[in-house]
């Protein structure tokens, strides 16, 4: 009976911690959107679908799927307001050759990390690969990137992404997520040099 109680009060510990956690990545984020909005380029956080996060989770029963149930990886995007356009909710954010996205990734799990790491840094040079209709939009690609995860970024660099649908160029950096605990710390160690990347490429 006694590893029955302990079992539950476990188990509803390990949910209460898993909700606090993404509760912190929410205002982590709600923190550099203040902040990227403030920029001179008026940056405004991408809607694919509505005000939220792109993850790759599953309800799948299979083995393989039942590993994405908990999102383990979220992702946004910034882009400046000049570049997109928002309707009902969702924005439109057309490919072009002046087009720059500031990308922002959490990875809470993950076998290649030892703790939760954030990153963050600019794609550019986008190049939508000819007969191809479905990335019609920076916010398509989006899910794409979430379930084509062992090709993305596993490392702080430079890097090329180049698929069937889209080609670009990326410029990230890293930072321990549990090292942003406070405002000032994002500006300082994630907004900052997101901007900087920005202007520089």
């Known amino acids: 009976m006694n590893n029955k109680i302990e079992i539950i009060k476990q188990t509803k510990g390990a949910f209460d911690f898993l909700q606090k956690l993404y509760f912190e990545v929410s205002y982590m984020i709600k923190e550099a959107e203040g902040l990227l909005g403030e920029e001179p380029e008026e940056f405004i956080i991408g809607k694919p679908s509505g005000y939220g996060i792109n993850t790759r989770t599953s309800t799948g029963l299979e083995s393989n799927n039942v590993n994405y149930w908990l ?28 087009l720059k996205i500031l990308y922002l990734r959490v990875v809470l799990d993950d076998r290649e990390i030892t703790e939760p790491v954030v990153y963050a840094g600019v794609f550019y040079d ?76």
């Not at 999102?71 to 969702?90: I, L, Q, S």
């Not at 990335?135 to 992404?161: C, L, P, R, S, T």
């Open 71 to 98: 999102m383990r990886r979220m992702a946004v995007f910034f882009v400046p307001k000049v570049y997109t356009e928002g309707t009902g909710g969702t924005t439109t954010t057309h490919f072009n050759e002046d």
């Open 126 to 201: 986008f190049e939508k690969k000819e007969g191809q209709n479905r990335m019609q939009k920076f916010e398509h690609a989006m899910n794409h990137f979430e379930y084509n995860e062992n090709k993305f970024i596993k490392k702080a660099g430079d890097g090329v992404y180049d698929d069937n649908y889209l080609k670009f160029r990326w410029n990230v950096f890293e930072c321990n997520l549990f090292d942003l605990n406070s405002g000032s710390e994002v500006a300082k160690k994630l907004v900052e040099p997101m901007v900087e990347l920005y202007r520089k490429v």
